[in-house]
């Protein structure tokens, strides 16, 4: 009876560990309480490619079916480029992200990584080759060690450091009197939005993924901590197959191709220097932008700022 108590008692334990993997996965993209039901297809097969090509064909989605909110996207990301999504609040820039992460089917098109189309691969291999770097990353109350090994639970100590100092968080983690052993989350030591996103680029940096999902923080950050984020994002990057989507406009000035999205449409695409010249409304949130962007750094005594 012992020999059979060890086994289930494991089973017990796996179980536990895969629901609370799941929980946290699920709180990481803001869907806790929503039903996710997709399945693998009896025949799925595993994504393997190092550099792989992502595809929109024609894809139309709403969150209830009754109301599109995705009006037929189509795009391309070229093996290892970056395209960015730019466009006002509910125009559909993140709900791009969550169907290449699969946790909605699209319903009408496909989305394709190499000519297959996702629901043809197992969900396991497709989210083991994406890493997101979301808006607001949630921290779990723990450890700020566990916190960034999230991103490969598997990893030593010695890669977690090392994704800290790439990502520019381990200065900062060591200088705390804990180190990496300082609890934070809702009970523990809270981060600043910045500090957050540092964590959330350690954890995708961690994970080495072939798809790097990058879903830019909406909060103002200042302009040195806006550099220095840029600066990260275009390192981790390089060589992978990238989507920004962005709210500043000076996140997507490098980007392979951009897209401007407006209530589930591509309504202009192209290089930053194309969307300027064709002067419509990507050059309009632009020139918007550094209007505001000169307001505040204007000299105090000027009064646009009163
Ligand atoms: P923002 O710039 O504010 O992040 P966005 O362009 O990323 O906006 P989405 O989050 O993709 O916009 O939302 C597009 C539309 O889908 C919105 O009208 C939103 O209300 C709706 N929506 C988003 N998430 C859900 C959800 N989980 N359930 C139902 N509707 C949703």
Redesign the pocket.
């Known amino acids: 009876l012992l020999q059979l108590a060890i086994p289930l008692n494991l089973l017990g334990m796996m179980y536990r560990e895969v629901k609370q993997a799941l929980t946290n996965l699920e709180r990481l993209f ?2 806790l309480g ?1 039903q996710l039901d997709i399945k693998d297809r009896p025949d799925a097969a595993p994504l393997s490619t190092a550099r792989p090509e992502v595809r929109f064909e024609a894809v139309r989605f709403g ?2 079916p009754r ?1 599109e ?1 995705l009006h037929g996207i189509d795009f391309v990301v070229p093996p290892g480029g970056t395209v960015a999504v730019v ?10 992200s ?1 169907l290449l992460y699969r946790f909605y089917d699209v319903q009408g098109g496909a989305i394709r990584i190499d000519g297959r189309d996702l629901r043809e691969l197992t969900q396991a291999s497709l989210r083991q080759a994406i890493a997101i770097v979301p ?1 607001d990353t949630v921290l779990f109350n723990d450890s700020i060690l566990y916190n960034i090994r999230y991103g490969r639970p598997a990893a030593s100590r010695e890669e977690v450091e090392a994704a800290a100092r790439a990502a520019h968080i381990h200065d900062f983690i060591v200088a705390l009197p804990d180190g990496y052993e300082t609890a934070v989350g809702e009970r523990g030591l809270k981060l600043s939005g910045g500090e957050k996103q540092r964590v959330a680029i350690a954890r995708a940096l961690l994970k080495n993924p072939a798809i790097l999902i990058f ?1 830019e923080a ?1 909060s103002a950050l200042d302009s040195k901590s806006e550099k220095a984020i840029q600066a990260e994002l275009d390192r981790i990057q390089q060589g992978r197959t990238t989507l920004v ?1 962005a ?1 500043r406009l000076s996140t997507v000035m490098n980007a392979d191709q951009i897209l401007v ?1 407006d209530a ?1 449409r591509i309504i202009e695409r192209g290089t930053h220097a194309e969307l300027i010249a064709l002067e419509g409304h990507y050059a309009a949130m632009w020139r918007l932008q550094q209007e505001r962007r000169d307001a505040v750094h204007a000299p105090q005594d000027q009064s646009s700022l009163r």
Do not use: A, F, P, V
């Open positions: 803001g869907l929503e969150y209830d109301r909110i466009g006002h609040s509910g125009s559909g820039k993140s709900t791009l969550r808006q879903d909406t989507i709210h999205m589930g």
